[in-house]
């Protein structure tokens, strides 16, 4: 069956950077775009970016273009999500979410990670 | 930017009422309509994908209906386990997800 794993909860220091991974299985992952979502504390989900796993093509939420990095190693078939100088505003639970392949909706999900920031 | 609206942003309900929720997009986006489950700590779960396809394993009381800018996700008898927060996502140019509308049992 379909599997998403991500990796554990970090803590991090404002300005630092946090790498988010995504192991998958049970599926061809290089047909699969994989997308990251986040959700601050309380507050609704919001699409970061989504990556293309076979050609490496990814894009970006405005909000995050530039601070955020979305790669993937078809090797072990692990997405991840970088954030760059973290601030207290990115206090959040990450998801990485799978769609379909031609269909954008995202019928599989991670368990998501908890980042949390310190000053 | 694609904004969704989603009303009520919260409702409180009885078992076995009808519930209905609506998500209004800023501009048109064909039928790339998506809905969520979330319960508390939990991933959400698709429920309903482009406007009204439902998923297999999800529930027949859960329907979608809508088009263009106007949607709306229908639980017809609401049980208590459909407590929990419901999510529109437009997956038309840049993807986005309305604020959410969280359904609580009386």
């Known amino acids: 069956q379909v599997r998403l794993v991500q990796s554990g909860a970090e803590v991090k220091k404002s300005g630092a950077s946090v790498k988010v991974s995504c192991t998958t299985s049970?599926?061809?992952?290089?047909?699969?775009?994989i997308h990251w979502v986040r959700q601050a504390p309380g507050q609704r989900l919001e699409w970061m970016g989504r990556?293309?796993?076979?050609?490496?093509?990814?894009k970006y939420s405005q909000e995050f273009q530039g601070r955020v990095t979305l790669n993937s190693d078809t090797t072990t078939t692990t997405s991840y999500m970088e954030i760059s100088n973290l601030r207290s505003e990115d206090v959040a639970v990450y998801y990485c979410?799978?769609?379909?392949?031609?269909?954008?909706?995202?019928?599989?999900w991670g368990q998501g990670t908890l980042v949390t920031v310190s000053s | 930017e694609i904004v969704l609206t989603q009303s009520p942003d919260f409702q409180s309900v009885t078992p076995k009422e009808k519930v209905t929720i609506t998500c209004r997009a800023s501009q048109s986006i064909g039928s790339s309509l998506h809905w969520y489950q979330q319960k508390p700590d939990q991933s959400p779960k698709l429920l309903i994908k482009y406007v009204s396809q439902s998923l297999s394993g999800v529930p027949s009381r859960f329907s979608g209906s809508g088009s263009e800018t106007d949607f709306t996700l229908t639980i017809n008898s609401l049980e208590a386990e459909d407590a929990a927060t419901y999510y529109c996502?437009?997956?038309?140019?840049?993807?986005?997800f309305g604020q959410g509308t969280k359904l609580a049992i009386k």
């Open positions: 996502h437009q997956s038309t140019g840049l993807p986005s």
């Open positions: 049970g599926y061809t992952f290089s047909t699969y775009a």
């Open positions: 979410a799978r769609a379909g392949v031609s269909d954008s909706s995202l019928e599989y």
């Open positions: 990556i293309s796993p076979g050609s490496g093509y990814s």
